[in-house]
């Protein structure tokens, strides 16, 4: 099993900054992507940033910019830098990791931190 433990979320105002970090631990063979995700009240769960094992990343529209994902490959964590934080950032963030192994796929979560941004 492969357990994933968030850390850094809080409240900040607009315009603030944020830095989310996320570490697996456990039965690792190989973590082929790493992302964070987040939902917002009323909302569905949504793909903030997402980066491969080579380095490639993605991120939503909304965050282009302003967020900027980064991996340690050797220490299987994942990082958020978020920078310029509005309202409408203000969700749930979950760190999600994906691991193929012999032609199966597996998906892991942490149990998420809370970002809220607030005057």
């Known amino acids: 099993q492969v357990h994933l433990v968030e850390s850094g979320g809080g409240l900040v105002q607009p315009g603030g900054s944020l830095r989310l970090s996320c570490a697996a631990s456990g039965s690792i063979f190989s973590l082929n992507a790493m992302g964070w995700y987040r939902q917002a009240p009323g909302k569905q769960r949504e793909l903030v940033a997402a980066?491969?094992?080579?380095?490639?990343?993605n991120y939503a529209d909304s965050v282009k910019g302003r967020f900027t994902i980064s991996r340690d490959n050797a220490k299987n964590t994942v990082s958020l830098q978020m920078n310029s934080l509005q309202p409408e950032d203000t969700a749930v963030y979950f760190c999600?990791?994906?691991?193929?192994?012999?032609?199966?796929?597996?998906?892991?979560w942490g149990q998420g931190t809370r970002v809220t941004v607030s005057s």
């Open positions: 999600h990791a994906v691991e193929r192994r012999w032609g199966y796929e597996s998906n892991y």
């Open positions: 980066i491969t094992s080579g380095g490639n990343t």
